[in-house]
C-alpha cells in the first residue's frame, strides 16, 4: 500500500524567515531602528505561518479527512489571532518602532507566498 507524501511547506517557512533577514538586512542600510522594525514584521508573518503550516498538515490520509479539514480551519483561526497579537504587543511594547519599515516586513514577507509555491514545487 502506497501512501501520498506530505507536501514539503516547510521550505515556505524556510522562504520566509530568509526574507526576513534580508528585508531586515536592507532596512539596517537607514537605521538600527528601521531595521529590527523590519525584523519584527518579518516574523510577525512568518511565525503565525509557521504554526498554520505546523497545524494544518499534522494529519494525512482519506481516514482523516475531518481531519485535516478541521486543522485547517483551526489553524487558519490561530494564524491570524497570533498575527493580530504580535501586532498589539509590537504597537504597545517597542519603542522607537519605524511603522513603515515594520509594514516593509511584513509586506515583503507576506508576498514571498507568490513565489514559495515555485520554491516549494507544491
Known amino acids: 500500500m502506497s501512501s501520498i507524501p506530505r507536501p514539503p511547506v516547510y521550505r515556505v517557512i524556510i522562504l520566509q524567515l530568509a526574507l526576513t533577514l534580508i528585508s531586515a538586512a536592507l ?20 511565525l503565525p505561518n509557521a504554526y498554520f503550516i505546523w497545524r494544518a498538515f499534522r494529519y494525512t490520509g482519506a481516514r482523516a479527512a475531518t481531519q485535516v479539514v478541521q486543522s485547517f480551519y483551526q489553524g487558519e483561526s490561530w494564524k491570524f489571532v497570533l498575527t493580530a497579537l ?5 504597537f504597545q511594547r517597542v519603542e522607537p518602532l519605524n511603522v513603515l519599515a515594520l509594514f516593509a516586513g511584513f509586506i515583503t514577507v507576506q508576498l514571498g507566498h507568490i513565489a514559495s509555491a515555485r520554491i516549494a514545487n507544491l
Not at 532596512?27 to 529590527?36: F, P
Not at 504580535?86 to 509590537?90: L, N, Q, R, S
Open 27 to 46: 532596512a539596517w542600510m537607514h537605521s538600527d531602528v528601521a531595521a529590527y522594525s523590519a525584523l519584527l514584521g518579518g516574523l510577525t508573518c512568518a
Open 86 to 90: 504580535c501586532f498589539g504587543v509590537i
